[in-house]
T-cell receptor, first 117, second 114 residues
């Protein structure tokens, strides 16, 4: 497809379980971002990848959250020992270069709606 | 740190009314500015963006926004709204020296009454 895709679209899990969320960016986009959209906090940045490295992890809320990106393409966000406050929509975005001084737009995927019971 | 304020949380208008949604940002350097829209059940889509040049930018579906640097504002406007404009609108900024993370406002829910 032409856009950013994410899977699963919905995930229900029990408190304490681990979950993995997947993002497929637009083909050729080197920059990838994870955001979280929740009722209490709005849209928050989590982590940014340039290629396979993550120069900015400042938005990850705790060490239960981690992410990786392989082959400069697919990214996985992992939440360990999920808590109810992790319930949110997790959004992925990508942009072409992610390089300094470039005027770029981030394109968003449909998100994964996570519910922790 | 950057911050974005959207003062209108929920706006209700009749069709054909004019729209202006406020957005103010706080940042000491040069910024890029964006408006994203999220229609019911759909994902975030770019409405318009400002990087440099003419401070009045036009986007899709008849929307426009004006960057007023002295007021740190980037208000969204549309002269005549339609029922299909019912959606949530997010203002966002990032720093202009790299492809930085976006900082979003809390969003404005727009309801258009037919």
């Amino acid at each position: 497809g032409a856009g950013v895709s994410q899977s699963p679209s919905n995930k229900v899990t029990e408190k304490g379980k681990d979950v993995e969320l997947r993002c497929d960016p637009i083909s050729g986009h080197t920059a990838l971002y994870w955001y979280r959209q929740s009722l209490g906090q709005g849209l928050e940045f989590l982590i940014y990848f340039q290629g396979n490295s993550a120069p900015d992890k400042s938005g990850l809320p705790s060490d239960r959250f981690s992410a990786e990106r392989t082959g400069g393409s697919v990214s996985t966000l992992t939440i360990q020992r999920t808590q109810q406050e992790d319930s949110a929509v997790y959004l992925c975005a990508s942009s072409l270069f992610g390089a300094s001084g470039r005027e770029e737009t981030q394109y968003f995927g449909p998100g994964t709606r996570l519910l922790v019971l | 740190a950057q911050s974005v304020s959207q003062h209108n949380h929920h706006v209700i208008l009749s069709e054909a009314a004019s729209l202006e949604l406020g957005c103010n940002y706080s940042y000491g350097g040069t910024v890029n500015l964006f408006w994203y829209v999220q229609y019911p059940g759909q994902h975030l889509q770019l409405l318009l963006k400002y990087f440099s040049g003419d401070p009045l930018v036009k986007g899709i579906k008849g929307f426009e926004a004006e960057f007023i640097k002295s007021k740190f504002s980037f208000n969204l406007r549309k002269p005549s709204v339609q029922w299909s404009d019912t959606a949530e609108y997010f203002c966002a900024v990032n720093a202009n020296f790299g492809n930085e993370k976006l900082t979003f406002g809390t969003g404005t829910r727009l309801t258009i009454i037919p």
